[in-house]
């Protein structure tokens, strides 16, 4: 056998519950490498990406605290195809350097699996040749609305736009090796079909 982890790839669209998803992996010893959270740690005060984001966008953006308003530079990405270009060319870079960190990190402890928490994973080109097998978690389309509007407080156009962002519902489908429903009140019915998984991911 191998001693090379299992890399697996999980996603899916915003407010389908793919964090509780990873969270209980961590629990059932993977170990979770976050996208969202590095891309978040990028942008926070004094974060890696801020002096590059000041220098394409601006200092309208940022507080003079120094700190970014991401509700605003969310705005004017969504409705320019260019400014989410620039500032996917700065987050990008950064993002992929501390996941290849991490990932190294991971590997080096010898854990048997790596989970790789990726919103936009079907999206990327990088993303699927690098990965032995995806987990989708998915919900309906309403259900993902009520979700962020509930966690987030964003208005129903805002959670849309995230949406058209990314990829439809049926690409990411297509894009399984395995699919977890998430639209069960119960969400303890949810992690046992997640663990039922479990010897398909190395764990």
């Known amino acids: 056998m191998s001693d090379r982890a299992l890399r697996l790839g ?17 629990e059932m010893g993977a170990c979770v490498v976050d996208a969202d959270a590095i891309s978040r740690d990028c942008t926070a005060t004094n974060g890696a990406a801020l002096p590059a984001i ?26 320019d195809a260019s400014a989410r270009k620039s500032l996917e060319s700065i ?4 993002i992929a350097a501390e996941i290849d960190r991490q ?15 990726i919103p936009l994973l079907v999206e990327s080109p990088r993303w699927r040749k690098n990965l ?28 849309q736009q995230i949406m058209a ?5 049926r690409t990411r489908l297509q894009a399984a ?3 977890l429903f998430n639209d069960a009140a119960n969400l303890g019915e949810v992690k046992a079909t997640l663990s039922a998984m479990r010897p398909f991911f190395g764990l």
Do not use: N, Y
């Open 165 to 169: 962002a990314q990829s439809l519902r």
């Open 91 to 94: 987050l990008h870079p950064l």
């Open 54 to 79: 000041r220098a394409a966008f601006g200092s309208a953006l940022f507080s003079r605290d120094g700190e970014l308003d991401r509700r605003q530079l969310r705005s004017m990405v969504f409705e």
């Open 103 to 117: 990932t190294a990190l991971a590997q080096a402890r010898g854990v048997s699996c790596i989970a790789f928490d």
């Open 10 to 26: 999980v996603s899916g669209g915003i407010g389908s519950g793919k964090s509780t998803v990873c969270k209980w992996l961590a």
């Open 177 to 179: 090796d395995f699919v």
């Open 132 to 159: 032995d097998r995806v987990l989708i978690v998915d919900c309906q389309e309403q259900t993902q609305i009520e979700r962020v509007m509930q966690r987030s407080g964003l208005e129903h156009v805002e959670v």
